[in-house]
Structure formats: C-alpha cells, structure tokens
C-alpha cells in the first residue's frame, strides 16, 4: 500500500478547540482523506503536531522546529508517494515577529526536503486557515496579537507564488473552513470535513496523475 505523508500542526493533528484532547478517527480531516483513498490501494500518516513551526525554535516546547524531524519522518515513512504539507499558523506568533514572506521562506525550506524524495507533481501545498480576528484577546491564545492575524491573512498569496514557482499543487484552507469561534485558532467537526474532502478531491486528482498545478 501506498503513502501519503501530511505534514503539519494542530490542524492535522485534529485538535478539538478549547480542549486537551484530539477529535477521533473519522471526524479530523486526515482521516477522512484517508478513507477515500485506501480502496485505491493508498494510506495517509498523519504527522501533525501542536505547536510546530517552519523553521521557529519554540522556548517551551522541544521538537517544534519542522525542519529538524521533517527529513526523519521522510525517511523513517519512506517509500513515500506524495506530500502534503500545510504550516504556517504557529510562525505567526508574536514572539516570532515572521512576515508572511519570512513564513514562506520557512515553507520553502520544507519543500527542499521533500523534494529530495518527492517529484513536484505529487506536492500539495496548502496555506493554513486564518486566525480569528479576536485570537490574540484574553480568553483565547495570547502568544498571537493583532498582527499575528494580518500575517495569517497574508499567507496564502505567498503560498501560492512559491507554489506556481516551484510547479507543485496548491490548496487555500480558507476557501474551505475557518476558526472555530471558540478558539479563534483550530477546525471544529464542520471545518475539518469540508477541508478532509476538498483535500480529498485535490489528492485524487494527484494520485490519477491528473495536472493540476497552481495557476
């Protein structure tokens, strides 16, 4: 059976908003991906994890850095098919100070290391939702402020240049879902399906080796 790596945070990991838990099989947006495509003789591996970045060292949490475990998880999953990859979110944290093109340079970074592995036209890249305009308030997620939710905006137009330049897919999140209003950060059940199918629809194409390149 085949492997498709998706490679991400919170949001691939299936985070339930608010909560300390994660949302089961069936409901987070992998796992609905995957159930669409085993009967093609392919599997997804979920790789999300909270907290984790292009290339930002996290003060409090280790491993964080996606560009340090990205080439092991490549190797350890190999053979791998094809690639998705959807970060972003947490680089835009106010600690970091990234622009959405530092962001992107991040993205790039990534990219270089599955294209070690992967050919371009088994690449999707997807720019992540973006982050409710009251995040940053008290209540919600206060290592984000209000610029943090400006870059997040802008991330999906840088996103999609690298996209077109590099000739690989591309996937805008929020044409799809957005923040759940209890976080204003991660997918509610509603989110995650219609972003799982979306993806769904995008990877098939991929995998019937179907062009269908950012244009």
């Given at each position: 059976m085949k492997q498709i790596l998706c490679f991400g945070d919170s949001n691939t990991y299936g985070l339930v908003p608010n909560?300390?838990?994660?949302?089961?099989?069936?409901?987070?947006?992998?796992?609905?991906?995957?159930?669409?495509?085993?009967?093609?003789?392919?599997?997804?591996?979920?790789?999300?994890?909270?907290?984790?970045?292009?290339?930002?060292?996290?003060?409090?949490?280790l491993g964080r850095k996606g560009t340090d475990v990205l080439p092991i998880l490549l190797e350890t999953h190999s053979p791998i098919e094809a690639v998705v990859l959807m970060l972003g979110t947490n680089d835009c944290k106010a600690a970091y100070g990234a622009s959405a093109k530092d962001i992107g340079k991040g993205i790039?970074?990534?990219?270089?290391?599955?294209?070690?592995?992967?050919a371009p036209d088994k690449i999707l890249l997807i720019s992540p939702i973006a982050l409710g305009d009251?995040?940053?308030?008290?209540?919600?997620?206060?290592?984000?402020n209000e610029n943090s939710v400006a870059v997040s905006k802008e991330l999906p137009k840088v996103y999609e240049k690298i996209a077109r330049k590099r000739g690989i897919h591309f996937l805008k999140a929020s044409d799809y879902a957005k923040p759940s209003l209890a976080d204003q950060e991660h997918l509610n059940e509603k989110g995650h399906k219609r972003l799982g199918e979306a993806i769904l629809r995008e990877m098939e194409g991929i995998l019937e080796f179907r062009r269908s390149v950012a244009c």
């Open positions: 909560e300390n838990r994660r949302y089961e099989w069936g409901v987070r947006w992998t796992s609905i991906m995957d159930e669409g495509i085993r009967d093609k003789g392919y599997r997804v591996v979920e790789e999300g994890l909270c907290g984790r970045t292009t290339i930002f060292e996290d003060a409090y949490r790039e970074q990534l990219l270089d290391q599955i294209g070690d592995k992967v009251r995040v940053w308030q008290p209540g919600f997620d206060e290592e984000f």
